[in-house]
């Protein structure tokens, strides 16, 4: 689909947090989603009253974030070095 909201608009509508009626709803059909059987939808309706943490930030610290080049491109890039001289 494609809509035709402004900037002004797609601010308004995703600004702010949910409030908890809202959330409490969204996670109740959300898991009712979720669950394939009965036992399951039990246990999950566990967290609709003590809901789970979300998770911090799931990158790797910024000391490892650095570009993984494969061994193969790794091969070519080196080839390809040496054979303009760079080497």
Not at 25 to 36: G, P, S, T, V
Not at 48 to 59: A, E, I, S, T, Y
């Amino acid at each position: 689909y494609t809509y035709a909201f402004s900037e002004r608009d797609w601010e308004e509508m995703h600004k702010g947090d949910l409030d908890e009626g809202t959330k409490l709803e969204l996670r109740r059909k959300w898991f009712k989603l979720l669950a394939k059987t009965e036992v399951r939808n039990e246990e999950y309706c566990k967290y609709l009253k003590n809901p789970v943490k979300p998770f911090g930030d799931l990158r790797h610290p910024n000391q490892f974030r650095e570009a993984r080049i494969p061994p193969k491109m790794q091969k070519r890039l080196a080839a390809r070095e040496e054979k303009a001289g760079f080497t």
